[in-house]
């Protein structure tokens, strides 16, 4: 009976915990990165120390370079830019696309994604794990979901820039973009991995690995 009661009482705070980042338990727990306290998200600032300066970030505000190769950029607006949202389960980014620009497809672990058009037209698509691809192509003012942890991208087919807006239900959301962490993961992911997964050859497999530099930072 005690065994029974203490699965219910697991599978409840499991079943509570698995939506979106945890709740908090107090007002504001702004993240103090330099704490060499090891938790679940930041260690909590002094009080007397927390300002407005915590809650604040003006980096959005004007279009990111995307004189890159794949002709896109992503600025984010997490705890790591405003340590005042640590614990509250929220965060923001804005990519800027060239014409042409991809957001190459990555995952987000840690959030489901929603996405408001603040200029130009993209055609975005997300894959479920049945393998069903729901596209769109969406405009200026548009609004679009990505569903927490699916395979998903941006493309802008217009001859102009497109820019968004993207907010998440993490205050750090995590992305894994497919082809740099298997082609340019550091050790890297064993040829004869890659080679039997993609079944191509060795040649093709380091092609792809010459062409994606490990990512910055
Ligand atoms: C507040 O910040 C200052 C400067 O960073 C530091 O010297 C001080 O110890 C902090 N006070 C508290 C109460 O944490
Ligand atoms: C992109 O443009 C900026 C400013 O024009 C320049 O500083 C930077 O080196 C360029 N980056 C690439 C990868 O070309």
Do not use: W
Request: hydrophobic share 45%.
């Amino acid at each position: 009976m005690a065994a029974v009661l203490a699965l219910f009482v697991i599978l409840a705070i499991v079943s509570g915990t698995v939506a979106s980042d945890p709740d908090m338990l107090q007002d504001v727990c702004v993240a103090d990165p330099t704490s060499g306290v090891k938790l679940n998200g930041f260690a909590c600032k002094e009080a007397a120390n927390v300002s407005a300066a915590d809650f604040f970030f003006d980096g959005l505000g004007k279009a990111g370079l995307t004189n890159n190769s794949m002709g896109s950029v992503v600025t984010g607006a997490n705890v790591q830019k405003i340590p005042g949202l640590n614990t509250l389960g929220v965060s923001l980014s804005r990519i800027d696309y060239a014409a042409g620009g991809l957001n190459p497809p990555h995952t987000h672990p840690r959030a489901t994604e929603i996405v408001f058009v603040l200029d130009g037209q993209l055609d975005v698509g997300f894959i479920t794990t049945a393998n069903l691809l729901i596209s769109k192509t969406i405009k200026k003012g548009d609004i679009f979901v990505f569903p927490r942890g699916l395979v998903h991208f941006q493309k802008n087919n217009a001859d102009k820039p497109a820019s968004v807006i993207a907010a998440f239900n993490s205050q750090l959301p995590g992305t894994q973009s497919i082809a740099l962490t298997l082609f340019a993961a550091s050790p890297p992911v064993p040829d004869n991995v890659l080679t039997k997964a993609f079944q191509v050859g060795t040649k093709e497999v380091n092609k792809i690995k010459s062409r994606l530099a490990p990512p910055k930072k």
